[in-house]
Antibody, heavy 117, light 107 residues
Framework: QVQLVQSGSELKKPGASVQVSCKASGYTFTRYGMNWVRQAPGQGLEWMGW????????TYAQGFTGRFVFSLDTSVSTAYLQISSLEAEDTAVYYC??????????WGQGTLVTISS | DIQLTQSPSSLSASIGDRVTITCRAS??????LNWYQQKPGKAPTLLIY???SLQSGVPSRFSGSGSGTDFTLTISSLQPEDFASYYC?????????FGQGTKVEIK
């Protein structure tokens, strides 16, 4: 069965960096794009962008350029989200989600990233 | 960017009620509209894709309709497990924006 398993919760200080991983199993990794979605505490879903797992080409939504980087290691079917120069406003749950123009049909369990001094 | 406006933002309903949530896009998106359910502390799950196609495993009491700019999610008979937040998302063009969400609560 399709599974997306994300790395565990992170507590970081402002200015630090964090990497969230999303390991896929149960399907051919390069056949579906991988989306990243942010959910701040008590807030709605925010689409951050996606990465084409076949070409490695990322697309970022406005507001997620510069400090946010999507990457892949196709040899281990894993997508990564790296956030640098962390700010308090980056505190959120980050989800990876498999999908394309037909929606995101499988989601990771979410990774809570907390920024606190 | 395409803006999606959901209404209402929240609603109270009883078990067995018919519930309708609407999603309006700021420009035409054909049928590239998806609906998700999210329960507290859990990842979202896909209910409906391409405006009206039921995702595998989703109960038939959920249905979607619409095209262009106006879309509807209907729950024909609300069940206890349906109390959750619901989000629409357009996948017509990037950024694949979400609506602000609708919280369905118990009356």
């Amino acid at each position: 069965q399709v599974q997306l398993v994300q790395s565990g919760s992170e507590l970081k200080k402002p200015g630090a960096s964090v990497q969230v991983s999303c390991k896929a199993s149960g399907y051919t990794f390069t056949r579906y794009g991988m989306n990243w979605v942010r959910q701040a505490p008590g807030q709605g879903l925010e689409w951050m962008g996606w990465i084409n797992t076949n070409t490695g080409n990322p697309t970022y939504a406005q507001g997620f350029t510069g400090r946010f980087v999507f990457s892949l290691d196709t040899s281990v079917s894993t997508a990564y989200l790296q956030i640098s120069s962390l700010e308090a406003e980056d505190t959120a749950v980050y989800y990876c989600a498999r999908g394309d123009s037909s929606g995101c049909d499988h989601w990771g369990q979410g990774t809570l990233v907390t920024i606190s001094s | 960017d395409i803006q999606l406006t959901q209404s209402p933002s929240s609603l109270s309903a009883s078990i067995g009620d018919r519930v309708t949530i609407t999603c309006r896009a700021s420009q035409t998106i054909s049928i590239y509209l998806n609906w998700y359910q999210q329960k507290p502390g859990k990842a979202p799950t896909l209910l409906i894709y391409a405006a009206s196609s039921l995702q595998s495993g989703v109960p038939s009491r959920f249905s979607g309709s619409g095209s262009g700019t106006d879309f509807t999610l209907t729950i024909s008979s609300l069940q206890p497990e349906d109390f959750a937040s619901y989000y629409c998302q357009q996948s017509y063009i990037t950024p694949r924006t979400f609506g602000q969400g609708t919280k369905v609560e118990i009356k």
